[in-house]
């Protein structure tokens, strides 16, 4: 049995070395303890905020799937499938029978989708854009870090809604994506331009209605660009700042909410679980879509225990497209 742990107090970009696979220690079931596999483990960009303050050898846990092997809890039997926030990364752990839940399948919907388009990760986009940006049909949507879990269906969603989708990336390959799969009406890969006012240049060729909605998962140069094109009312929801995540001296900013006033904007930060009550409501209309066709997300997964660090490293070099998983399944 192996387990992930931190081997330092990540600073700057996360690496291999940061990660180390270690022996679980010998564990006996107590009282309402319950012996689990793990199958599927979520890989999310915000847990890079949870390194920083994690014990340096503590085993590492997020969002995931596992299988029942052993239980004392009168909760969970032999077989069960259950899912939860804090899944730890490792083969098999005993852990409490506290915080987690059925993993209910909708049928015709694959495991993997209700990881992500019916969990947290979908669960955000529809929210983020949904209830903060409020997007109208016609209207216009830019969405930064389009091509990743989040955003990716934040895009599929405002196409529902009738608008004029517009994503930002880090590779052309990323852009063909946006296009030709998801039907975006056009992308723009950042890293082309030598500079923000290039790239806001860009941005205003691709948008020259302006910008009424802007769903933002990355900050920086992008977030400097948009706002100098907003709409007046415009609506921009801050889900992540994936730019200035690993920065050990964060650059001086935000330096353009002045935009704000003369534009009558409204910019809102979000943390998911403030809908919670909502969760249920979500899932049904998220669940119709995919049954429908209308709903899908490329999914970057790796196999086995051994590639987690890998898996995490990935998105912050731009390796994946869509949902990053590690598949624990023989």
């Not at 793990?38 to 890079?48: A, E, G, I, K, T």
């Not at 839940?101 to 990881?115: C, F, N, T, W």
């Not at 020259?208 to 990355?218: A, Q, S, T």
Request: hydrophobic fraction near 40%; aromatic fraction near 8%.
């Amino acid at each position: 049995m192996t387990q992930v742990v931190l081997t330092r107090n990540i600073e700057g970009f996360p690496s291999d070395q940061d990660f180390e696979l270690v022996p679980v220690p010998d564990q006996t079931i107590g009282d309402d303890q319950i012996r689990i596999k793990p199958l599927l483990l979520s890989v999310d960009p915000y847990q890079r905020g949870k390194f920083k303050a994690s014990e340096v050898g503590q085993t590492i846990s997020n969002i995931g799937v596992a299988e029942v092997l052993e239980s004392t809890s009168d909760n969970y039997n032999v077989g069960d499938l259950i899912t939860g926030f804090e899944i730890p990364w490792a083969t098999e752990i005993i852990v409490d029978a506290v915080g987690f839940g059925p993993a209910v399948q909708v049928e015709g919907i694959r495991l993997e989708e209700h990881m992500h388009l019916l969990s947290l990760t979908g669960l955000t986009a529809y929210f983020g854009l949904y209830d903060i940006c409020e997007p109208k049909e016609g209207e216009t949507v830019l969405v930064s870090g389009a091509a990743g879990s989040v955003g990716s269906i934040v895009g599929q969603l405002a196409k529902i809604r009738g608008c004029k989708v517009v994503g930002t990336c880090g590779s052309d390959e990323k852009c063909d994506y946006l296009i030709n799969e998801l039907k975006f009406d056009a992308a723009l890969n950042y890293k082309n331009y030598e500079n923000s006012a290039q790239f806001k240049e860009a941005l205003a060729e691709v948008l020259p209605e302006g910008i009424d909605n802007f769903f933002d998962n990355v900050g920086g140069d992008v977030n400097d660009a948009a706002l100098q094109l907003i709409n007046n009312f415009a609506r921009i929801s801050i889900c992540g700042q994936i730019s200035q995540y690993n920065v050990e001296k964060p650059p001086l900013g935000p330096r353009l909410l002045g935009s704000l006033i003369y534009k009558n904007a409204r910019i809102e930060g979000f943390a998911v679980m403030r809908w919670v009550q909502r969760f249920k409501e979500a899932t049904v209309e998220l669940s119709k879509l995919i049954l429908e066709g209308k709903l899908t997300q490329r999914e970057h997964v790796l196999k086995g225990i051994e590639s987690v660090p890998e898996a995490f490293v990935s998105l912050f070099t731009g390796a994946n497209i869509g949902k990053v998983f590690v598949d624990l399944r023989e």
